[in-house]
Every structure is written in C-alpha cells, then in structure tokens.
C-alpha cells in the first residue's frame, strides 16, 4: 500500500453510500418496467388467470365440498398467497437475469455495488413486480368472486412477509447458481419454487401428504403459512407458533443461500465468469 | 507516483496461462497502453485490475488498494469501458448514465450527464433507448459511462472500436484533454497503432500472457529499427523480437 496522499484528480464530487447504490439499481430496474408495457402486463395476466381459474374452482367446490364450503375464501386465498411466493421468487430472479440478457454484469461489479446490495436492490425490484401482479389479483378477486384477501388483516401482512422472504431466498439460491452457469441455467428461475409447491400445503392440510414426506413439509417455511392461513380462515385463530417456525426457518435458510451466493461470486471471480455471462 | 502496481501477475485457466508473471506500474497523469495480439492477455490483465477476476499468482494494488482483497475502497475512483460488457439495451442513454452516476455516487447527475452529452457529442440520441443506436453511438454511450465519475484511474479496453476515423479523431482529443484536466492514469488496451502512439507515454507488449517487452512508443519504434508501431507490434506479435531488436 502507499502511504504517499492520491492526487486531487476528482473534480466530480463523489457521495457514494449504499443507499444510494441501492436506489440506482431499483432506479434501474423502474426504468425498465415503466418503458415497457407488455411487461407489465405480463406481470398482471398471470396472477390474474390463476386467480380466476381457482375462483371458478371454488364456486364448483362449495357446492360439493363442505371443506371448502367452512371457508369460501380458502383456495384463492391460497393461489393469491402461492402466488405471492412465485412471483416474489421470480421477480427477483428475472431481475437479475435482466443484467445477464443485457451483459451488464461487468459493468455493474466494478461499480463500487456490494453484492449484497445488488441483493437488497433486486428484493426492491421483486417487491414492485409482486405489488403489481399480486394485488391486481387480489382486487380483481374482489370484485368478480366478491372475495376480498384483505381481509385477513394483519395477518396477511406476517404471511406476505413470510412468503416473500422465502422466496428471496430461493432466488438467491438461484442467482448463485446463474453466477456460475450463466444463462444456460434460466429455466431454474421459473421451475425451481414448483419443487417445493407439492409440500407446501398450498391448497390442502400438510396431514393430506403422505407420512413420510409430512416431515419435509415442516421443514420449509411455506407450510407454516398456508396451515396459518387456513387456520385464520377456518376461525381458529392465528397461530404465532406456526408464524415462529415459518419465520425462524426463513432466517436459516436466508443465512444458508446467502452463504452460497458470497462463495458463488468469489467462485465467478475466480474463474472469470463476470465477464462472460452469456449462454 | 504510482497509481498502479502490478506485481508478477499470473491467471491460469488449467493448463491454460493467460497472464504470466507480469510486473509493471502506472504512474499518476500518465497513460499506459496494453499492446499484443488476441488473447494476449490484455482483457484478463485489465479484468484483474479492476478485481473482476482474481489472479493465481501475484498482486494489483490501485490506488493503494489490494484489488483482491480490498477493491469497494477505490472502485468509486476507477472507470472503465470494454466492448465485452454493454449497457441495458431498453434504457435510455440518459437513464443508463442516470443509474450508473447513482452507482458512482456522482453529485449532480443531470448536470454530468448533460455535460457529457455535450462533450461526447451524444445530445442527439440521449433520450433514445441504447439498443437502438449504432456500434459506434453505443461506444461512445460507453465512454460517458466511463467519464461518469472523472475517475483518477480509467481502464480502456478498445475504446475507439466500431468508431469512424473522425469520431476516433475527436475521442483521442477528449481523452487527451481529460488526463490534462483531471491528471487521471489511463489504462488503454488497443489495437489501433496510431491510438496508442498518440495517446500513450508508455507502451506494455504482451504475448501469450508475458510481458515481452515495454518502452515509450517512438524509442520502441527506433530500438526496433522499423518506421511504425504497427511493424514493432507485427515484429513482437510473430516473435521476430529479438532478431528485430538486435
């Protein structure tokens, strides 16, 4: 290291902090959905489609289920707070795939940008994409089943939290996988959070599964949330246990994917993946 | 003062050796240009720099930081432009350089923005999306995005690619005159003989990842005993090195 002072090259007065890093990259990542409508729609159309096509579902079954005749709301609920956990998952990775399809990634990594906070940025920019795509299902479902999500109340906000928490680890789990493959790994971003749609209990009980697979359902947080959600919505109040173990499996597995991200990237270093991040 | 100390410098890809044992500094004002054919090692040499890529042996320090280890304290003072990375392609060229002066941490990114556009020529296409502008708009684009900050150390990696001759002309004028200004070390790796001979004050020849020879353009020119850079390039590049030198 020198110990001689630098010269006085910069006449541009530079205030980096990780705030404003992270609001560059959300910054980026607004500009890009704001320039480009079929994004947005796509972001609606989805969650939409399911939406309605669990709602026609529902109104067979409460004919013909008194299961889901106890509490009409339970399987839209559940397809709009699954949905919430995909498109969380999704809007995080395909925002980082966007830096893969533009070859952006070498730019950005000798921006002063931490990895974390690229990480922060993109749970920012998944959250938008959720916000847009969710809740338009969630009104919609109001207005065309007269079903109304908001409903839960506060505890929708401890499952949305839950949920998009699970599914930005999941993301970074794949980014860190993307960072050493590269685009040839793309698929994972819209198959990988379907592994875990079997055991999540997503539209009934984790006692319907199998014996020997219930254990794994409760090792994930997203059955805690949907046995939570259906808990409320059955009347039998909200479960803070269940909202504990989700929570506290979160953090594990945040702790865990973000270990895997940190080697990933020191991996990409090594290896030179940063500059070649194509197919 | 040096800005830049490369020391015994190696990467290995496997058997493959990409930079071997290279050693050289950069001091601060001045220009150093990377010379040698493809996959010499000028990209990976210039990757390490800027501790995108991590060498196998040796070290980068920049600014007096380990660039391995402890980059995040000078990547704020650094730029660069390579034609192997891009800018997002459905952004404007405004809020590509809008999100990028965000990143530097630039006060007054508007008024950066509008400066550049104006020194770089870019003010007719700064509201178009950067996917839908020429090679040679694009690398400019790139340039501003590397002006961003005024870094103290500019990394170019053919910087003047898909430029035509009078739009390189004006570039070489501005890089010219933003060392002057700022007192910025520039980095460059070129094909260009002529870039080079005009912008650099000291000239690195590499092939197959080693360092073969190194000296200011015009007494590289006579050692040689040839007329141009590009026949000492030629010269080096078909390892007529030492027959040529002697």
């Given at each position: 290291m020198t110990a001689e002072p630098l010269p006085p090259a910069v006449a541009v007065r530079s205030r980096g902090s990780a705030r404003r890093r992270i609001g560059a990259m959300f910054m980026r990542h607004w500009f890009l959905l704001r320039g480009s409508w079929p994004r947005i729609l796509e972001l609606i159309y989805w969650p939409t489609i399911q939406m309605v096509l669990w709602g026609f579902i529902t109104l067979h079954f409460q004919q013909n289920s008194s299961w889901v005749a106890q509490a009409g709301g339970v399987l839209i609920s559940g397809v709009l707070l699954w949905d919430i956990l995909f498109r969380g998952q999704l809007g995080f990775t395909i925002s980082f795939l966007e830096e893969l399809y533009s070859r952006n990634l070498g730019q950005l990594f000798v921006t002063p940008i931490r990895p974390w906070e690229l990480v922060v940025a993109l749970m920012g920019a998944s959250l938008v994409r959720v916000g847009i795509g969710s809740t338009s299902a969630a009104i919609l479902a109001s207005f065309i089943f007269?079903?109304?999500?908001?409903?839960?109340?506060?505890p929708l906000a401890a499952f949305f939290l839950n949920l998009m928490m699970f599914g930005w680890a999941v993301g970074i789990a794949v980014i860190a996988v993307l960072l050493r493959v590269g685009l040839g790994g793309e698929s994972l971003a819209w198959l990988v959070i379907f592994l875990v749609a079997p055991v999540s209990a997503i539209y009934f009980p984790v006692e319907a599964l199998p014996d020997w697979i219930e254990w794994l359902a409760w090792c994930l947080p997203p059955a805690y949330i949907f046995e939570g959600m259906r808990s409320v919505l059955f009347g039998q109040g909200f479960r803070w246990d269940w909202l504990l173990g989700a929570t506290l499996l979160n953090i594990a597995c945040m702790v865990a994917v973000t270990a895997l991200f940190l080697w990933s990237f020191e991996v990409a270093r090594r290896q030179g993946l940063l500059l070649r991040t194509g197919e | 003062m040096q800005v830049v100390k490369v020391d015994r410098l190696s990467k290995r890809y496997g058997e493959v050796v990409?930079?071997?044992?290279i050693s050289f500094t950069v001091e601060a004002g001045t220009c150093v240009g990377l010379l040698g054919g493809n996959g010499a090692g000028k990209t990976t040499t210039i990757a390490m720099m800027l501790g995108l890529l991590l060498p196998s042996a040796g070290t980068v320090e920049v600014l007096g930081a380990?660039?391995?280890?402890?980059?995040w304290r000078v990547l704020d003072r650094m730029n660069f432009s390579s034609p192997y990375v891009e800018l997002?392609?459905?952004?404007?060229v405004r809020e590509n350089l809008a999100v990028y002066g965000g990143l530097y941490g630039v006060d007054d990114v508007p008024g950066r923005i509008a400066r550049l556009a104006r020194d770089l020529n870019l003010e007719a296409f700064v509201d178009r999306p950067v996917g839908r502008l020429s090679a040679g708009e694009k690398t400019r684009v790139a340039l501003a995005k590397a002006l961003l900050n005024e870094p103290a150390v500019l990394l170019l990696d053919e910087?003047?690619?898909?430029?035509d001759p009078d739009t390189a002309d004006r570039l070489r004028s501005y890089l010219e005159l933003f060392r002057r200004e700022t007192g910025a070390s520039i980095v460059l790796a070129s094909h260009n003989m002529s870039e080079v001979e005009r912008l650099c004050d000291e000239v690195l020849m590499l092939r197959a990842g080693k360092l073969v020879d190194r000296g200011v353009p015009a007494e590289l020119v006579s050692r040689y005993g040839r007329s141009t850079l590009e026949e000492v390039f030629l010269d080096i590049a078909r390892d007529r090195r030492r027959e040529a030198a002697e």
């Open positions: 007269g079903y109304s999500i908001f409903d839960l109340g506060l | 990409a930079v071997d044992g380990d660039m391995a280890r402890q980059r997002p392609n459905r952004l404007t910087p003047t690619a898909s430029i």
